[in-house]
């Protein structure tokens, strides 16, 4: 076979670009962008062109794993493995009843639709409610903030259209969500052409950051009042859409007195910015026709939430920055139908308080998912209802949840815990079967998740109706026993009898994607397509239709969709007044900024992406490993001379919590008085610790102190840390390595 190239999707993150792999004899030689692309324009980031290298480690598991007496794992076939696994979970059920199983989809399994689809389908057949993922532990506040506020059905206006962007504690052109779509840098030097002013609110001079028209170089946690002081701000200068606002909005007064503590004064103090920066901020809010506020995990981590996730939506009812009617929907869905195209508001809808009731701290289900960092707790409370069987899809509890003694007492405290993952790290290491999956450049995929993600604010998802599918590109190793994780769970349910049912994810509205769910062949397994099928059932575009277009990325010809007046008589309205927000801002306002025990804990460490690695994942790859192959300590000089250290040494962090080691390094970007760490490094407490291959931020935290009242996610980020000086400095080898980086 001569050379050839094939366009796929790429699978490492949600962002589901669009690569070519260039094969000889059907050997991957390179992977790459597509410069044709309509919407990526060729970007691609090291994470998707390493994916053939990752494939090939010998670190992936090419078996499923048997955890044996000794504690060691054995490979078993993937048969027998499932068939084991059935029957242990039909024992667990018999005894304890069906909400001692429980399911957590992490970062790859939610990407991966049939993946997601099949574990919740084999969890209702179960009957267990105890489904979670990884919102709650991510960007909890949004969907709070969306059920406080209410969503608007037609969505937001196109980025083309912003003459402002407001970015808090996100990073896009590192992190690739939202704010500024699929090729972020492009987007945001187009847009700053065009005039479009960027807004960056970060502790840490970021990637985004340094292109930022106006940057807020804030304390961390004090995001809520810099977003109540920009609202304060235009509504003195009278910089609100009075015509909006009257129509679609409530609760204007109520806002308007609890942002009134927050003077240019208040907040620059709180925050530790200038007041006229503060003020320049808002005059560039206060002067965009169009514009966007994200929040990102820096602002979701860092115990408020809700409250900034809900005060950047209020920004944007306030400034009227949705789509009216008669304007036309760039992207009216092609594997995915969203929300109908109406100008208008259902209202508000519940938080918090409903579904499923955790046994501890008062937690309920929420508009943001059940609270993932509690499921610790879930499992090692005795009595009723208690938590014996974890099934983790695709996510990695020890690297990933708050509070990693507490994580790693629960992952032995489990009768029964099974990981699908293709490796033997971090929370498999503690799993009775591990799982192997196959791994993305040998199944098929498409572009459905980043559609999806449009729904969960600007600047995500795509702008044109774009979509591909792809089909697999490589198969499987030789001798390989490895299988996409759907089968696995599918094989599962068939040992235990179970029949399953998929629920569409293609259709937004929960009623209509429950009335067209589909019954799964129980007798003869169906394909990978027919499982995309069932899971896109209801796509604008048929599935067959996309796939038939051929791998590569098209733009489809879709009806032009111009959004719909409100109807006659519709009462729904945005609500700008919430009132556990507003209590919230009264709280905020009274307290005061410095925390208590400052003395001990000087500093603040935040959280942070970095840019070769995906969480916790194929860290082992040498080729992600430029420059760190660790999760360095990023200091400011200043903080580091001060305890008398420099780059390359070790250096203790010590929480209230716990301590770990870590390696310091000088990073003139980092506001003083900030300690930047990536998270989901390290190994587990019952291994040695390496500085020098990473370190474990989560054994820093604790999952029930500070903890939020509705999504329970804890302090994450901007928790009050002391650094100081420990024995030892980087192994001389990484050390050359890492001077020899320019
Ligand atoms: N302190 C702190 N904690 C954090 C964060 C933070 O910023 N600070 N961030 C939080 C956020 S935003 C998130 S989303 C969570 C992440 O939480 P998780 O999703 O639980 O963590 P990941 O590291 O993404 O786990 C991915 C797992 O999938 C496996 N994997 C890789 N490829 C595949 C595949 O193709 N199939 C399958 N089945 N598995 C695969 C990897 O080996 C790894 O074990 O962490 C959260 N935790
Ligand atoms: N390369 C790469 N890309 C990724 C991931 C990855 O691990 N690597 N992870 C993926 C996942 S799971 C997610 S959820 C997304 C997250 O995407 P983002 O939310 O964009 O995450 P970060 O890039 O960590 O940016 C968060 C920023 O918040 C800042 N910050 C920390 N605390 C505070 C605070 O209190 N206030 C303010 N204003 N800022 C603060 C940090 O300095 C950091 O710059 O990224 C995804 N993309
Ligand atoms: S940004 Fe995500 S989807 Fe795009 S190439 Fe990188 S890992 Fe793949
Ligand atoms: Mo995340």
């Not at 930022?212 to 200068?237: M, N, S, T, W, Y």
Request: aromatic share 6%.
């Amino acid at each position: 076979m001569p050379t050839d190239k094939v366009n796929f999707v790429c699978r490492i993150c949600q962002a589901c670009c669009n690569l070519v792999a260039v094969r000889d004899d059907g050997l991957i030689r390179d992977i790459r962008g597509d410069k044709t692309d309509p919407v990526y324009h060729g970007y691609s980031c090291i994470k998707g062109r390493e994916a053939a290298t990752v494939h090939a480690l010998p670190s992936r598991l090419l078996h499923s794993m048997k955890r044996q007496s000794d504690g060691r794992h054995a490979p078993i076939a993937a048969q027998r493995a499932t068939a084991e696994i059935a029957e242990r979970l039909r024992a667990i059920v018999a005894e304890h009843g069906p909400r001692a199983v429980a399911l957590y989809i992490g970062t790859h399994g939610y990407i991966n639709f049939p993946a997601q689809a099949l574990s919740y389908s084999l969890m209702k057949a179960i009957g267990s409610p105890m489904v979670f993922n990884t919102a709650t532990i991510d960007q909890p506040g949004k969907g709070i903030a969306m059920a406080l506020h209410g969503i608007w059905l037609a969505g937001t206006p196109p980025i083309e259209s912003w003459d402002a962007l407001l970015l808090v504690g996100a990073n896009p052109i590192v992190s690739m969500t939202g704010g500024l779509g699929v090729n972020p840098a492009r987007t945001l030097k187009q847009g700053q052409y065009r005039g479009m002013k960027l807004i960056v609110v970060d502790p840490r001079v970021t990637e985004t950051a340094r292109r930022a028209d106006v940057f807020l170089q804030c304390r961390p946690g004090e995001d809520a009042a810099v977003l109540a002081g920009l609202i304060r701000q235009l509504l003195a200068d009278g910089h609100i859409d009075a015509d909006f606002v009257g129509a679609e909005t409530e609760g204007l007064e109520a806002l308007r007195q609890a942002v009134a503590p927050y003077t240019p004064e208040h907040v620059a103090e709180r925050a530790g910015i200038r007041a006229d920066e503060l003020l320049a901020a808002a005059t560039v809010l206060g002067g965009a026709r169009r514009g966007a506020v994200f929040s990102g995990t820096g602002a979701n981590m860092s115990g408020q939430a809700n409250i900034v996730e809900y005060l950047g939506r209020a920004l944007s009812s306030l400034r009227g920055w949705w789509l009216r009617a008669g304007e036309v929907k760039v992207n009216p869905g092609v594997l995915i139908d969203p929300l109908p195209p109406l100008a208008a508001s259902p209202g508000p809808f519940p938080a918090a308080g409903f579904g499923e009731k955790l046994r501890v701290r008062g937690l309920t289900d929420t508009a943001a998912g059940l609270p993932t960092a509690a499921l610790s707790d879930e499992i090692l409370l005795p009595g009723s209802g208690q938590v014996k069987a974890l099934i983790v899809v695709g996510g990695n509890p020890m690297a990933a949840w708050p509070d990693q003694l507490k994580t790693q007492a629960a992952m032995e405290t489990l009768d029964l815990l099974v990981c699908l993952d293709p490796r033997l790290e971090g929370t498999s290491r503690y799993a009775h079967y591990v799982l192997a999956p196959a791994l993305s450049l040998e199944v098929e995929n498409t572009t459905a998740v980043n559609e999806l993600v449009s729904s969960f604010g600007p600047g995500w998802g795509y702008e044109a109706p774009y979509a591909q599918v792809s089909p697999p590109l490589q198969a499987p190793p030789p001798g390989a026993d490895v299988h996409e994780e759907w089968s696995l769970l599918y094989d599962i349910a068939r040992h235990m009898g179970l029949s399953l049912s998929i629920r569409p994810l293609a259709i937004l509205d929960p009623a209509r994607a429950a009335a067209q769910s589909s019954e799964v062949d129980m007798q003869h397994k169906p394909t990978t397509q027919d499982i995309w099928r069932m899971v896109l059932k209801g796509a604008p575009v048929d599935y067959d239709s996309v796939r038939a277009a051929g791998a590569g990325g098209h733009v489809f010809e879709r009806p032009l969709t111009r959004v719909q007046p409100k109807p006659e008589g519709w009462s729904g309205r945005l609500q700008l007044g919430a009132e556990p927000m507003m209590q919230e801002l009264a709280r905020i306002a009274a307290a005061s900024a410095a925390r208590s025990g400052a003395e001990e804990f000087p500093l603040r460490l935040l959280s942070r992406r970095m840019h070769d690695v995906l969480n916790s994942s194929w860290h082992d790859n040498p080729r992600q490993q430029r420059p760190w192959a660790y999760n360095p300590a990023f200091m400011n000089p200043d903080d580091l001379a001060r305890i008398g250290a420099g780059s390359g040494d070790i250096v203790e962090i010590r929480s209230a919590s716990g301590s770990i080691l870590g390696v310091a390094q000088a990073a003139p970007d980092v506001r003083r008085g900030c300690v930047s760490m990536s998270h989901c490094w390290g190994g587990n407490p019952d291994q040695p610790d390496r500085p020098e291959s990473g370190s474990s931020t989560a054994r820093l935290l604790r999952n029930d102190q500070d903890f939020d009242p509705y999504s329970g996610i804890p302090l994450m980020s901007g928790v009050p840390v002391r650094v100081s000086r420990a024995a030892g400095q980087l192994p001389a080898t990484q050390a050359a390595a890492l001077a020899a980086v320019p």
